[in-house]
């Protein structure tokens, strides 16, 4: 059965910290991992990573994948209270590119 | 660009009532996708379609939830009849190709009385 698993669920930041977000599968013939940010509505893209080792940047925001491992994280560093949301991670689990989803983590950012 | 463009934003009605979500895709966008969002279940996949037909309705829960992709720029998703556990958000997404991100809609927040 395919899995994505994130870790933590929840955790609680102070402005100006890193925080480091965490996402393993399991998922036959993997081809890519997504990331999402989701605040009061709709999830909103953030990356989509496929290959090992190479990081993946915008502005604070970075990711990696680890193929190997089975994992990938998501960096957020030097916060701000407008990062607070949901980070999901996803990964295609068939032929057509259908999701599944983890539970996401939320994240709050304290002034 | 416009986005996925959903409607109604909220539904609230009675148990036992027909409710019909709307969607619009990006326009040429060749997948569309509805999903339910719940505290308990998360974000889960419903249905999803490849040029206008259906491919997995795997993750419909019941025969009580119906949708249809008449033609490229529009979906339905029908509940009939509704129950208080159908309440939840319900979004679209729509993505150009097999292996493309996808793009979500505002969602429509479900309450069913």
């Known amino acids: 059965e395919d899995k994505v698993v994130q870790s933590p669920l929840s955790l609680v930041v102070h402005e100006g910290d890193t925080v480091t977000l965490n996402c393993s599968y399991e998922?036959?013939?993997?081809?890519?991992l997504l990331w999402y940010k989701q605040e009061k509505k709709a999830p909103t893209f953030l990356f989509m990573l496929?290959?090992?080792?190479i990081e993946k940047k915008s502005g604070r925001l970075s990711s990696i994948l680890d193929k190997k491992e089975l994992f990938s994280i998501l960096n957020i560093t030097a916060t701000q209270t407008g990062d607070s949301a949901i980070y999901l991670c996803?990964?295609?689990?068939?032929?057509?590119?259908?999701?599944?989803f983890g539970a996401g983590t939320q994240v709050v950012v304290t002034p | 660009d416009a986005g996925v463009i959903q409607s109604p934003r909220h539904e609230v009605t009675e148990m036992g009532q027909e409710v019909t979500l709307r969607c619009k895709p990006i326009s040429g966008h060749d997948y569309l996708f509805w999903y339910r969002q719940t505290m308990m279940r998360g974000l889960e996949l419903l249905i999803y379609f490849n040029n206008n037909v259906p491919i997995d309705d795997s993750g419909m829960p019941e025969d009580r939830f119906s949708a249809k992709m008449p033609n490229a720029s529009f979906s339905t998703l029908k509940i009939q009849p509704s129950e208080p556990r159908d309440s939840a958000v319900y979004f679209c997404?729509?993505?150009?190709?097999?292996?493309?991100?996808?793009?979500f809609g505002d969602g429509t927040r479900l309450s069913i009385l």
């Open positions: 996803a990964v295609p689990t068939d032929s057509w590119g259908k999701l599944q």
């Open positions: 997404a729509s993505s150009f190709g097999r292996d493309q991100p996808q793009h």
């Open positions: 998922v036959t013939n993997f081809r890519s």
């Open positions: 496929t290959s090992s080792g």
